[in-house]
Structures are given as structure tokens and as C-alpha cells.
């Protein structure tokens, strides 16, 4: 029997009595905290979105602009968090805007082709080494669900392959295997079947990869996030990517590159032409809209011709169903265009990368001077922070080289701690993801740089006040 709705004022579940930096935090985001509180009344736990999930409540945006942002108490922060990755340009850049709102005077949503659609494909195509075919949708997870069921369908096999702690996603086939259900048991409310279409390995291990294909014999498509596991933060190894490239070749299995979040900031034809390897196809989100609603299943002509009417019909196949209302409509289209103007024509990409490079010096040399051991590290424009709950002897150059598996990286510590961490840079005016992490953009500044880096130093100095930290 179903159990009564759990209470909405329920408990915290991290343990953040008696903190200084908590109330500080609290004290400065007191209009947030009506907003959190209103909203637990309508939204479970009063989010709409599981990475907004901030104890003892996130802040509440009142605009944003280029690599900045400011809540409902009038607080300005260093903007990380952009869009949960969307924004490279930062926000409101001005092509995008004015693409924007020119074709809101001429209509939002037509209901019919338009030519919008194709500049916006053709750039894509031109830009994306696998993008024979382009098929748009509605998000990244929309994305990897269509790149699942075209790879069946083209193969006539029914499993995929995905590696522990790989992001594509939360439609059931991917919800295990992303943060929990590392053993392919069934997610809370997925079908034990579904999820056995699923098979786990362990990221930069061939043989453990090369083991389940050759076992199973059934696997339509290898995936992957081709940076690592959510963009980087478990980094993969390029020569495991291109072992990756050499396995699907002669197993004759899909190779699916999730670029979702690492497309078009890597280089301005995605992690696929930085790390020199094609994949049959790709999965685009985030940046290829310009911030708008919107993603895209890109790759070989002749697998995404099973959604093609006429190539169906003409060799007696059943054609793949595939709709959206919201298809490249055509005000995403002009934000996506205006978009991959600026990357294609400007060095954005480099300056993104170019600032996170220096970003994570800065932070490893704030952070031995003050003796802790953490780390930050990362690659093509993002940053990670490892608090190292265990304390190992490593670096920044062996994390990114791959020598941790996603079980180091991913050690649980202190869940309270980690989310000081988040309060104590947003206390000092910078918003970053919760891991704790984000990816920055070609907005952000030298004077972005410095507050980040003292926002951390600054968290650091209260935690040990609080008898937090070592």
C-alpha cells in the first residue's frame, strides 16, 4: 500500500546545526529562504530540477548577464553554474539576443518546416566531423534516447554499453549506472528488463570493454561522455577512446559520443575532432541551442536513416517512430545559429579553455599554500575540486591522466562538507555546481578569476573555524 506524502517540512538530511558559515549564508539569503519555503509547498523538496538541490536552500535568480547573475536579495555572484553548462557565451550575448527576439516578432512556433531549420543543421553539419544526418529534439536526455533506439534499430541488437558514472541522461535506459545502480540493477521505478539492456564497465579498462562485447554478442551501441564521466570530472584517457574506436570497428557496434555537455566546448567541432577520433554518432545539447530549449542526434546517413520515410519504405523496413512538438522551433533555431556563428568565427572556445587552465592554477596554489589537499583539475574549459576524503597522495596531472577510477574520484567524504563548500563560495559571491565543480565561460574575467579563487580561500578559513577542516 502506498505510504502518505512525506511532510514538507521534513528534517534536513545533512547535518548543518550549529554552523557558522550556514547562518551567515542564511542571513544573506533571507528572501530566498521565503521562496524555498513556498516552493516545498508545491515542488518535491522545492526543486525543479535535482541539481538545483541545495541545503538548507538554494538562492532564487532574478537575471543574469554576461558572467554574472543576482538573487532576489539583491546578491551578485561569479555565475558557474550558466545554464547547467548552456552557457559558453555567457548571458544575454548580444548575437544570440537579437537573433532572438527578431524571430519572436515573427512567429514562435509554426507547426511546419521552415528554413531556419537547415542554416541551423548545416552549421552543425559543417562544424560536427560525424554529422552526416541531422535529427533534432527537445533536450540531451530526448538525445540519448533516440541514439539508443536508432542504434537497435540499425543493428538488430537490443543491449548498449555504458561505463560507471557516464551522464546521458535520465530516461530509464541510462538512470542506472550514473550515480547509483553500478551493479545494472533497477533504479527505483525502472523495469528490471530495461535495465537489463544495460551493461556497466569500468572507464579505461579495454579488456573489461572488449570482455562484455565479445560475452554478450548483443550489443547494439558503446556510449560514453569522450572527456569522462560528467564532463571530465572522471576523466577518461584518450588512447581508451581510441581503443573504443578500434572495438566498435570490428565488432561492428555503434559508437555513440554523449556531447551533450562537452560539445562545441572542446573545440569548435566537439571532444570528436580534439581528440581526432569520429564517432558513428553524437549526442548535442546545451551549447548548440545558444541557451534556448533544444539538442540534436547527429551522425552516419545510413543510421539515421531509419527514421527516413522514403529509405524505409524502399527496403521493406519498419520505420523508426521519432516526434516532438518542439523540434526546432524556429526561435531556438535562431539562437542556435547565431550561437555557432560566434563559435565557428571568434575563439570563444579558447578563451573558455584558456581561463579554466589558469583558474585551476590559481586555486592548487591557493590551496598548498593554505595546506589543504585538495585539488582542482580539468580540462577544455571546466573545473573540478576533489576534496580528497581520503587524504591519497596524488596531483592534478594524474587525475586528468586517468590514473584514479571513478570510485577514488568519487569516495564519499563528508556530504555536509561538500555542501558547506558550495554555501561558503556562494556566501562570497560565486555560484558553482555541486560536485563541487562547473564549467565557465568565454564571459567570465581576471576579476571573476581572483573572486573565486578567495571565495575558496575564504570557505576554507571558516570551515576550520567551525572545526570542519584540518
Known sequence: MPTAPASVSAPCPLDL??????????????????????????????????????????????????????????????????????????????????????????????????ELELEWAERIKNLIPCAESVRFNNSGTEATMLALRLARGYTGREKVLRFTGHFHGWHDYVAGGFLNHHDGSPPRGVPAGTAAAMLHAPANDLAATERILHESGDVAAIILEPTGSTWGQVPVRPDFVHGLRELADATETVLIFDEVICGFRCSKGGAQQALGITPDMTTLGKIVTGGMPGAAVVGRRDILAGMDFRHTARDGDEKIFHMGTFNAVPTTCAAGIAALDVVRDTDVCQQAIAYGETLIGELNAMFAAEGVSWIAYGTFGGFHVFLNPQDIPTSRERIEAGAHDYQTIKAPGDPALAMKVRLGVLLHGVDIQGWPGSPVSAAHNAADRAQTVEAFRQTIYLLRQEGALA
Not at 96 to 111: C, F, P, S, T
Request: net charge negative; charged share 20%.
Open 17 to 114: 546545526d550549529d554552523s557558522p558559515l550556514v547562518a551567515a549564508y542564511c542571513e544573506k539569503t533571507a528572501t530566498s529562504i521565503k521562496m524555498a519555503q513556498r516552493a516545498r509547498e508545491t515542488f518535491p523538496t522545492g526543486i525543479t530540477h535535482d541539481a538545483r538541490y541545495i541545503e538548507p536552500h538554494g538562492i532564487y535568480v532574478t537575471r543574469a548577464d554576461g558572467g554574472h547573475k543576482w538573487d532576489i536579495d539583491g546578491n551578485e555572484y561569479v555565475d558557474y553554474s550558466g545554464g547547467h553548462g548552456a552557457m559558453l557565451l555567457g548571458h544575454n550575448h548580444p548575437a544570440v539576443v537579437e537573433a532572438v527576439r527578431e524571430q519572436l516578432g515573427k512567429g514562435i512556433h509554426y507547426g511546419a518546416s521552415h
